[in-house]
Structure formats: C-alpha cells, structure tokens
C-alpha cells in the first residue's frame, strides 16, 4: 500500500510462494487481492485487512479490537473477515490472491481451494486446523468456494500491509470510516510479455542456471 511505502498487494504475491499450488505464469495475477493479519495480546487482540484490485486500487480496509483467545483464532478470523468483506463487493467468477504471513494457513487455504475444484478427491494434504479455529475456518471455507478461483502467498510479517492495522487498531480505526466501494479491475488487456515462473515454482536453488 503507498500509504505505508509497500509494495501494491498485487506486486507482493507475486513475488511470493503459495503452498501446494502449481500453475503457469500467466494465470498468476488475479482480479482481487486481499491481505489479512491477526494480533493477539492478553488484554486485547486486533484484524487487519486490505482489499485491493490487481490495479491497486483500494477496494476496502479494516483494523477493529476483536477478543480473541490466542493467535491462531486471530489470523483466521482475520481471514474470515476479509473474506467476508471481498464476497460483497466482487462478482462470484472473480479470482483471489491471498496474501497472509501465517504459513499453515496460507497451505490450508491452498488445499481447501484445489479440493473445492476436485470435490471427489478432496485437499492433496490433510488440513492442519486448530481446533479452537473450527467455526472460521469453516467459513473461510464456504467463501473460497464461492470464487472462482482463490490461491494464497506466504509473505513475511514485516511486509504484510495488514500488519499494523492488526497490531494497533486504536491509531488505524479511521480507516473502517472509508465509504463502502465496489470497484472493479480494469478490463484493458495487458500484454503477456515474457513468461517467467512465480517463486513457488521457480527452480532457483539448483545453481545449474544458464546466461
């Protein structure tokens, strides 16, 4: 977000690795990314979320107090959350790109997305869910089927745009005044230009690349 002096959401995912997906370039970018982070103290935990097109334009934020009872409740409900926020204001044939900084959630979210597109084969890996996350984590669920198309990245915390916003929602509470918006992504056509592998797939650490 430039109003933090990152990287647009887009540029982030697609510098990142998503777990348990393979697919060709091309198909990388997506209509819509969401950026989600959950905080957890013992006095109060805090969501994070920001929405924006692959244009970078800014679909929806939030930063709100949430009791929750340990992190990992805060990062899916963090994610429920942007969820949520996304599935009213995009059409159902949009493609997502999640950026999140909770690696076993980035991996669930990815088996969840490949065993929605396969419903008789079910996720390639078992889901890894704590138990206390169990009423959100079904509710990602439902949202991810509800998309066309839905992968994660895993980013580093430091970089997650949604990061301040779950950590200090007392300095960031303006942002959940911003009026409701439904924007679309651009329609013009982008030239495919070179086709680069995303990290995830990349083959980088063989050391047999060539000039």
């Not at 933090?4 to 995912?13: E, S, W």
């Not at 690696?103 to 997305?113: E, F, I, P």
């Amino acid at each position: 977000m430039a109003a933090y002096g990152r990287p647009t959401l887009r540029d982030l995912f697609d510098e990142s690795p998503t777990p348990h997906i393979a697919h060709p370039p091309r198909t990388h970018h997506r209509d819509y990314y969401v950026a989600t982070d959950g905080s957890f103290r013992e006095a109060s935990g805090g969501l994070g979320v920001v929405i924006e097109t692959r244009d970078g334009e800014t679909v929806a934020r939030r930063s709100v107090t949430d009791a929750v009872p340990d992190n990992n409740v805060a990062e899916y409900r963090a994610l429920h959350l942007g969820l949520d926020l996304l599935a009213t204001r995009a059409p159902r044939d949009a493609s997502v790109g999640i950026v999140l900084d909770h690696d076993d959630l980035a991996a669930n979210v990815n088996r969840a997305a490949l065993a929605a597109r396969q419903p008789a084969h079910g996720p390639p890996h078992p889901y890894r869910v704590p138990v206390t996350t169990q009423y959100h984590w079904r509710g990602i669920r439902a949202r991810i089927a509800g998309f066309r198309e839905i992968r994660a990245a895993r980013i580093d915390s430091g970089v997650n745009p949604a990061h301040c916003l779950a950590n200090a929602p007392d300095q960031y509470a303006f942002v959940n005044d911003e009026p409701a918006r439904c924007v679309l992504p651009s329609l013009t056509t982008e030239s495919p230009g070179p086709q680069y592998p995303p990290p995830s797939r990349a083959n980088r650490n063989t050391g047999n690349a060539s000039d």
